[in-house]
């Protein structure tokens, strides 16, 4: 008879540690998130260059998050297989390649499909970061990390649409991709000296591929593991709705330069970094269920302000900004928590877990930033589409969890897998 082996909680990591692993973490989420932004003043520019519209211009940006979905669903199962290093440090070096062809795209269609096939094989960075972050910690602690997150992710919309700009007004947008190659190439020598092996070999799943993909199976069918799976990705879709429509809505709409531009953009990406800041403070005293309850209707009540903001202009450019940075500085409270809940459900397979996640983020993203170009382009669509996708995640919440029935907040806070034995308060994986 065989005795079967224990499952062993989450590793922790020493105190010390912490710092370093966070700023490995956001590294690896880093990459798509600058490969986006330090393109984004450049699309006016692409789309005069290669004689084509504004939404097939948008399109190489919602073009990487298809790309990244899919490829999620492909590096989740890999890594719960291979272990978390291989799938990124191949990933990373494609993205080098990858960078370098789009330097010598003709056509918006060669650009396009290279920005597709640029979030194929970048996806393994995002999925390797979740999982290795529920390989060690989860609950509360794994929230707060997610939050912690947001000081080095927030590098993206605060410096890369200025040094993306800088690098355009120089050379020409083509130069934005040699310097995204030289980043990612950089990446992959970080990764392969410092990034641990969060998975050892005895808790890898010692089944086929095939075997692992039907794990998908097995997640699609926690309604609650969906339900919570999905919000993430619909604040995404609110964020990206923003990032797509906003180098029109604020440089022609509203006038800004360039430059200009660049700055706004920066100011706004201060928001979720406060936001994150003030949920990881919270998240161990208030715990991630109550304030995922709390943070969704709030940020539906502020988006439905900044709608009113766009639709009358009030306030001018500040109004605008105003409104914008105080509806996504909410979202600090909505993804992380909701990320956090859903992985704890399903710690056997981290990696799955996290490409499901990941996939709903970049696939929403994908699939709703593109309605503000096809309402139209101007701030009411941009503020429309973010007003929807919020709202839709609070009825997925509200219909899919407990988290609005009596004590059902306690009840999400408190469970995890079950089997999987708590991990001993003496060994909590934050620092406070």
């Known amino acids: 008879m065989t005795i079967p082996t224990p499952r062993r909680a989450p590793v922790t990591a020493p105190r010390e540690r912490t710092a370093g692993f966070v700023l490995l973490i956001g590294l690896l989420t880093l990459l798509p998130a600058v490969t986006t932004d330090m393109y984004l003043p450049s699309l006016p520019d692409v789309a005069a260059d290669l004689f084509t519209t504004e939404a097939a211009a948008q399109f190489t940006i919602t073009g990487m998050l298809i790309g990244g979905a899919i490829g999620q669903l492909l590096v989740g199962p890999l890594s719960d297989r291979l272990g978390r290093r291989l799938p990124v440090l191949v990933g990373v070096s494609l993205h080098v390649v990858i960078s370098l ?37 989860t609950g509360a602690d794994a929230a707060k990390l997610m939050s912690r997150l947001m000081l080095v992710i927030a590098v993206a919309p605060l410096l890369a649409p200025t040094a993306g700009s800088a690098i355009a007004a120089a050379w020409g947008w083509r130069a934005v991709f040699v310097a995204l190659a030289l980043l990612a190439a950089v990446l992959v020598v970080v990764v392969a000296l410092f990034l641990p092996e969060t998975l050892p070999a005895e808790r ?22 969906v339900a919570l799976a999905v919000i993430p990705g619909l604040g995404m879709a609110m964020i990206m709705s923003y990032v797509a429509g906003s180098p029109f809505v604020l440089q022609q709409e509203y006038g800004l330069s360039t430059s200009q531009f660049a700055l706004v953009f920066a100011i706004g990406g201060t928001s979720m970094v406060t936001g994150s800041q003030v949920n990881a403070a919270l998240v161990h005293r208030v715990g991630p269920a109550r304030l995922l309850r709390a943070g969704i209707p709030v940020t539906v009540l502020l988006a439905a302000g900044l709608v009113g903001v ?18 996504t500085a909410v979202l600090g409270f909505v993804m992380s928590n909701a990320s956090a809940l859903a992985l704890s459900r399903h710690g056997e397979r981290a990696g799955t877990a996290a490409a499901t996640i990941g996939f709903l983020q970049a696939g929403l993203a994908g699939a709703v930033s593109p309605l503000v170009g096809v309402l139209g382009g101007d701030a009411v669509a941009m503020t ?6 919020i709202t839709v995640a609070l009825v997925i919440l509200a219909v899919g969890t407990p988290a609005y029935r009596r004590g059902g907040w306690v009840e999400m806070g408190a469970e995890r897998r079950v089997g999987e034995p708590a991990v001993p308060a003496d060994q909590a994986a934050i620092a406070h």
């Open 101 to 137: 062809l789009c330097v010598v795209a003709t056509t918006i269609g060669q650009l396009a499909t290279l920005r597709v096939l640029q979030g194929l094989v970048s996806s393994g960075a995002t999925v390797v970061a979740m999982a290795c972050i529920r390989d060690r910690y």
């Open 204 to 225: 890898r799943t010692a089944h086929g591929i095939g075997s692992s993909l039907r794990g998908y199976g097995q997640l699609l069918r926690d309604r609650r593991f």
């Open 310 to 327: 766009a639709a009358t202009h009030l306030g001018g450019i500040v109004g605008l900004v105003v409104a914008l940075w105080l509806t």
């Open 384 to 389: 429309g589409v973010m007003l929807l996708s």
